[in-house]
T-cell receptor, first 114, second 111 residues
């Protein structure tokens, strides 16, 4: 089992552009969460998807949107990129309702906005 | 609002010495807490959970509700313990599954 896989690993975008990040959850997991980790900070919750619906959302603007597919994989889209969006974006998966058992994290996508 | 505070950004400890990484939380209710660890060039991974009362790699953490703390401890540090450590608090309640992370403590074990 490859665990949680994210693509791409690195990405450079220009301010104002749009970006799509992808995540495949660990086998057996049906819930995907996205986190943003700025340099020197802990991960911050963006949103969570289960049954192809956004279930929870953190304090992020509408420029951040997502999607979950029937095979449980997920995309994170960010529109109108700002320099401040530069960060490591982490995907985490778990079985729904089992957060008390911990998430499995991917290795992340490093987004640089120039 | 729930909050997790890790007061030390950096902590250096000699090999064989005891380690304590501090975590304080703000939460109304009975919290479940985690410690996550990130070794160099590896992904963030779960180290231990409050609910399982376990010891992983010699680390333990005790929930102190009076002091709202969940400090991570190890009696004798090893060089392979050098890593970034994050304390995390789930939202609470079924379906509220977001994790609130602290800012992390970088632990360096001095040989």
């Amino acid at each position: 089992d490859a665990g949680v896989t994210q693509s791409p690993t690195h990405l450079i975008k220009t301010r104002g552009q749009q970006v799509t990040l992808r995540c495949s959850p660990k086998s057996g997991h049906d819930t995907v969460s996205w986190y943003q980790q700025a340099l020197g900070q802990g991960p911050q919750f963006i949103f969570q998807y289960y049954e192809e619906e956004e279930r929870q959302r953190g304090n992020f603007p509408d420029r951040f949107s997502g999607h979950q597919f029937p095979n449980y994989s997920s995309e994170l889209n960010v529109n109108a990129l700002l320099l401040g969006d530069s960060a490591l974006y982490l995907c985490a998966s778990s079985p729904w309702g089992r957060v008390a058992f911990g998430y499995t994290f991917g290795s992340g996508t490093r987004l640089t906005v120039v | 609002a729930q909050r997790v505070t890790q007061p030390e950004k950096l902590l250096s400890v000699f090999k064989g010495a005891p380690v304590e990484l501090k975590c304080n939380y703000s939460y109304s209710g009975s919290p479940e807490l985690f410690w996550y660890v990130q070794y160099s060039r590896q992904r963030l991974q779960l180290l231990l959970r409050h609910i399982s009362r376990e010891s992983i790699k010699g680390f333990t953490a005790d929930l102190n509700k009076g002091e709202t703390s969940f400090h991570l401890k190890k009696p004798f540090a090893q060089e392979e313990d050098s890593a970034m450590y994050y304390c995390a608090l789930p939202g609470g309640g079924f379906g509220n599954e977001k994790l609130t992370f602290g800012t992390g403590t970088r632990l360096t074990i001095i040989p």
